[in-house]
Every structure is written in C-alpha cells, then in structure tokens.
Nanobody, 119 residues
Framework: VQLVESGGGLVQPGGSLTLSCAAS????????MSWYRQAPGKARELVAT????????NYLDSVKGRFTISRDNAKDTVYLQMNSLKPDDTAVYYC?????????????WGQGTQVTVSS
C-alpha cells in the first residue's frame, strides 16, 4: 500500500498550488479520501474530505471557497486545488485513505508534502 503526495513547494501569498496523491496497493475507489495538514508546533488538522464516489466533500472553515478536493478513481488519485494561498496555509500536507470500522478498518497515510506560502 502506498500514498504518494506531490505538488508542494514555495508560493507567494495569493498564489495557487495543486497537490496530488497517487494511491496504489488497495481499491482506491472504495475509500474515503482526505487531506490533512500540520504546521510547525501545531496539531495535525483535517483540511478536506471526499467520499468514495466523489459526491460529497467537506472543508475546514478557513479554506472554504479557496481549496477544492477532487478525485479521479480511474487514475487512483486525489487532488487538492489550493487558491488564494495565505501564510497560515504553510504546513506539511498529508493524504489519508480510510474505509470500514473496528476490526475491518483500513487507514493509510502518505508521507507528506511541504507547502510554504511566503513572499
């Protein structure tokens, strides 16, 4: 099982980035997919979630209207389009795949990609 994030980097305030998370080793289309982030000295927080078929999305209040989560089940990839970036968006961004509960739960994380918003 692998989740590999890419697309991070240094961007100026107001700029845009698109993160990608390529999945392998499991049935991607049956998993809830999420993006999390963790800034230095802060707890990891949930940024956005998308259901397995992509019909329902949810966002952290501070990114609503600026970030868009999407997925391509044919490519086993989830995306996070980030617009109007702010310095407070600086963090390591992680993708997560979840399915099931209890004994039957599967929960996978990627290694993270750094996003730095600075002038």
């Amino acid at each position: 099982v692998q989740l590999v994030e890419s697309g991070g980097g240094l961007v100026q305030p107001g700029g845009s980035l698109t993160l990608s998370c390529a999945a392998s080793g499991f049935t991607f289309s049956t998993y809830l997919m999420s993006w999390y982030r963790q800034a230095p000295g802060k707890a990891r927080e949930l940024v956005a979630t998308i259901t397995s078929a992509g019909g329902i999305t949810n966002y952290l209040d501070s990114v609503k209207g600026r970030f868009t989560i999407s997925r391509d089940n044919a490519k086993d990839t989830v995306y996070l389009q980030m617009n109007s970036l702010k310095p407070d968006d600086t963090a390591v961004y992680y993708c997560r795949a979840e399915r099931g509960a209890g004994y039957f739960r599967n929960d996978y994380w990627g290694q993270g990609t750094q996003v730095t918003v600075s002038s």
